[in-house]
């Protein structure tokens, strides 16, 4: 298995709901990445989880909540976001921080 | 200041025609430097990675060249096909995470073929 997936691929939801973005390898890497991306724009990253401790926190706002439950699974709790919070969100992960990454196929988030 | 230039900012080309991306960085200390293919909506998927010693690699009808002298790298597609339409994005690792973590991203050249 050498893929990162990534579920839902699309989620719409209103700003008073909670939802949940769920990425999963199974490649033995252990650095896990969340990035926005908005449209005609590179990503930018939110989190890094190394060896499932959180490594870097861009300042991102607080309703937006990245858990590693393990090695292998990261998700990211959504809650009271904005209309400007829609955008493709992108994990990836590596075998170590640094090393060659591997992106999923992405979450396209709509907030109205 | 890490930074990953691209150019052009987009290309329309002929389907079978070859055409050349180009991407210029300033980060430091280098570790490596990729080239991934991005279509609309979807997450970005890797056609090469080149380190400090690799000068040209490739991966099909994509090759990728590295100059680490004049901190430039190019991406090469070869008789291009109407799939070959999408954003190719230019990221350079440095070894050391900043405030970007260590991968800094180019803003991509958008690729459209046309029949």
């Known amino acids: 298995d050498t893929e990162v997936t990534q579920t839902p691929k699309h989620l719409v939801m209103g700003m008073t709901n909670k939802k949940s973005l769920k990425c999963e390898q199974h490649?033995?890497?252990?650095?896990m990445y969340w990035y926005k991306q908005k449209a005609k724009k590179p990503p930018e990253l939110m989190f890094v989880y190394s060896y499932e401790k959180l490594s870097i926190n861009e300042s991102v706002p607080s309703r937006f909540s990245p858990e590693c439950p393990n090695s292998s699974l990261l998700n990211l709790h959504l809650h009271a976001l904005q209309p400007e919070d829609s955008a493709l969100y992108l994990c990836a992960s590596s075998q170590e921080w640094g090393n060659s990454y591997t992106f999923g196929s992405g979450t396209r988030l709509t907030v109205v | 200041k890490n930074q990953v230039e691209q150019s052009p900012q987009s290309l329309i080309i002929l389907e079978g025609k070859n055409c050349t991306l180009q991407?210029?960085?300033?980060?430091?200390?280098?570790?490596?430097l990729r080239w991934y293919k991005q279509d609309t909506g979807r997450g970005p998927v890797s056609l090469t990675i080149?380190?400090?010693?690799?000068n040209t690699k490739s991966n099909g009808r994509y090759t990728a060249t590295l100059d680490a002298d004049t901190k430039q790298s190019s991406l090469h597609i070869t008789a291009s096909q109407l799939s070959d339409s999408a954003s190719y994005i230019c990221?350079?690792?440095?070894?050391?995470?900043?405030?970007?973590?260590?991968?800094?991203f180019g803003k991509g050249t958008k690729l459209s073929v046309k029949p």
């Open positions: 991407c210029n960085y300033t980060v430091s200390p280098f570790s490596n």
């Open positions: 990221v350079v690792s440095a070894i050391y995470g900043g405030s970007q973590g260590n991968l800094i």
């Open positions: 080149m380190t400090f010693s690799e």
């Open positions: 490649m033995g890497h252990r650095a």
